[in-house]
């Protein structure tokens, strides 16, 4: 299942990447004559309430979707990472005041905040970096601020179990510094369990992306991400299922590829197996 | 055990001031004025601007005002709906119950699935039953709650007519009848709620149940010659369902944030669709208050899952 996943993954990605190369038809292309067609050869996912070609859209709004969340998964990481590693290897009040930030973070209900945050500081944003980075930076920043945690507990699990270990104290033998030890040696042991929670943090940013723009909060609205298609979509459901059908198709089966990929990752890195 | 919930009552409450005081500083550091409309009124000279700013105590720093605001809310004044015109302690005690309702039911539709199935998936691992349990389950926490609902929406309400899928808190009709509409206007909120929970807790209930299976104290159950039942229910789900119940606390102000979506698309009036509104029409005390709510639920589950926790491991207890 797992090297299905993949290959479903590829496929789309290379999709969303190449083929706005090969369907050259613009995605602001208002056709009222073709509103709400149902899928057919010229427009093969159809149309939507303004006569904008679907398949077009979709290719658009996935470059955007899959950016939001590998850069969110990306910001996830490395605060995690950071924070954990920070802690792992120091003990003592650092590491106490630290677990005391992530478990105060921990406690912060996320969806709520995330429409918070997006409401007092789109403006600002949008008004100094324009509308769409702007959008773009606060959402990876807000949902990748809110998965940082189980992360950095992740990695300072791993430190913790790690630094007792035999080559860590031959290194340090050996006069390799603290940073040094990190880096060379114990975060490349550590990173089995990350990138397992990292391929779950692109479903959940994905699905926190489509969310926000589904409550008509995330990008503008004349940015087409899978989310806001649905949004537009789900006022025409009576008449025009294929819209609404497309774009969740488009978003389910990417989040069930990413997780496969999570689940076989997990039991191929994972030396307890269960018989 | 008393001391147990007394020392996690003590961590509570720093986390719950603590939360309080990220969500102000965040409004205070947010951009805008609550007194910027009237900068533009030429009607109101800019002494009395002063003075209205000097009387509302905008002007204080941070931390005053942080305080004044705790004070406030603690004594039960929640503040006044710029958009609805009544108090914000009225308007959301209106919707709390609903909200509760929809959720509480939720929760209990995903443990009764959730519950049997992963059991019966980790008797028998890696069988035809599992294998489909698990897929489903994938496929099931894969699905965006708002897809489902839209889904079933386009499949009961639009092409069969089975079901309404606008909530309505007023139906007009007593006693059996009553029953009747409320349940069929809650069973799709609460299948896309509770369905999408089940996916996620079956599979933790399947690797929990897999983790107890093979301890020996269950062989030592079995070789007595209890019957397989009493084994699995009376030994094995008992100590199983420790780390699940803890889960499942934890999960609940996800399950609320959930409870959002869902409240949207099926035009549920509860607290989530409050803060949809109140976000888009700007409705700040409204949008501190809900958003306090939501942070207070967070600290009273983990709290809940503490002392479940406690109550259930009593090794746990003694630490």
Not at chain 2, 183 to 204: E, N
Not at chain 2, 211 to 219: A, N
Request: aromatic share 10%; net charge positive; proline share 6%.
């Amino acid at each position: 299942m797992a090297v299905a996943s993949v290959v479903i993954l590829t496929v789309l990605t290379s999709a969303v990447v190449l083929g706005p190369l090969i369907w050259r038809v613009p995605i602001n292309e208002i056709d009222f004559t073709a509103r709400l067609t149902s899928p057919s050869w010229q427009h093969p996912f159809g149309t939507d309430d303004l006569g904008q070609d679907l398949l077009a859209r979709m290719l658009y709004g996935g470059r955007i979707s899959l950016a939001v969340g590998f850069a969110a998964m990306a910001v996830a990481i490395v605060a995690g990472t950071l924070i954990g590693a920070i802690s792992g290897i120091s003990r003592g009040s650092v590491d106490a005041v630290l677990m005391w930030v992530t478990d105060l973070f921990l406690a912060l209900p996320q969806l709520p905040l995330l429409l918070l945050v997006i409401y007092l500081f789109r403006d600002f944003l949008k008004n100094w970096v324009g509308p769409e980075a702007g959008v773009f930076i606060l959402i990876v920043m807000v949902i990748g601020g809110f998965r940082w945690m189980p992360v950095a507990r992740l990695v300072r699990a791993q430190f913790l179990s790690l630094r007792e270990k035999e080559f860590v104290e031959a290194a340090r033998a050996l006069g390799a510094t603290t940073p040094r030890l990190v880096i060379r040696h114990i975060l490349p042991n550590s990173l089995g369990p990350v990138i397992v929670a990292g391929t779950i943090d692109v479903a959940a940013a994905i699905i926190a992306e489509s969310t926000l723009s589904f409550l008509g909060l995330g990008f503008p609205p004349d940015i087409p991400t899978w989310g806001r298609l649905l949004f537009d979509a789900k006022d025409y459901l009576d008449i025009a299922p294929h819209w609404a059908l497309f774009a969740g198709a488009a978003i389910f089966l990417t989040v069930l590829a990413i997780n496969f990929i999570g689940d076989g990752l997990r039991d191929a890195l994972d030396p307890r197996k269960v018989m | 055990m008393g001391k147990y919930i007394l020392r996690r009552l003590i961590i509570a409450l720093p986390s719950l001031l603590g939360i309080s005081l990220i969500l102000f500083v965040l409004l205070a550091l947010a951009p805008g004025d609550p007194f910027g409309e009237l900068a533009t009124n030429t009607n109101i000279p800019p002494e009395v601007r002063a003075a209205l700013r000097v009387k509302f105590g905008i002007d204080d720093p941070v931390f005053v005002r942080y305080v004044r605001w705790l004070v406030a809310m603690l004594q039960g004044d929640w503040g006044f709906s710029f958009s609805s015109r009544i108090n914000v302690d009225q308007l959301i005690l209106q919707r709390v119950p609903t909200t509760l309702f929809v959720v509480g039911s939720s929760q209990i539709l995903a443990l009764a699935v959730a519950l049997p199935v992963g059991v019966y998936a980790a008797m028998r691992p890696y069988s035809i039953f599992d294998q489909i349990a698990n897929t489903l389950a994938f496929v099931g926490f894969s699905l965006p709650t708002f897809f489902t609902g839209l889904l079933l929406i386009l499949i009961f309400s639009v092409n069969l007519g089975w079901l309404p899928f606008v909530y309505r808190t007023d139906i007009a009709a007593t006693g059996w009848h009553w029953y009747w509409e409320n349940f069929k206007q809650a069973i799709m909120p609460v299948a896309v709620l509770g369905l999408f929970q089940a996916a996620s807790y079956t599979r933790y209930v399947r690797s929990a149940v897999l983790d107890v299976i093979r301890l020996d104290y269950v062989t030592t159950a079995r070789s007595k010659g209890l019957h397989e039942g009493k084994v699995i229910v009376k030994h094995v789900v008992r100590n199983a369902l420790i780390p699940v119940v803890t889960l499942v606390a934890l999960q609940m102000p996800a399950v609320f944030g959930g409870a959002i979506v869902t409240e949207q698309i099926f035009r549920i009036p509860g607290i989530g669709s409050l803060l949809i509104t109140a976000i888009l029409a700007n409705d700040t005390p409204v949008i501190m208050a809900v958003t306090f709510v939501f942070a207070c639920l967070v600290v009273v589950f983990n709290l809940l899952a503490d002392i479940i926790y406690g109550w259930l491991d009593p090794r746990i207890s003694y630490r």
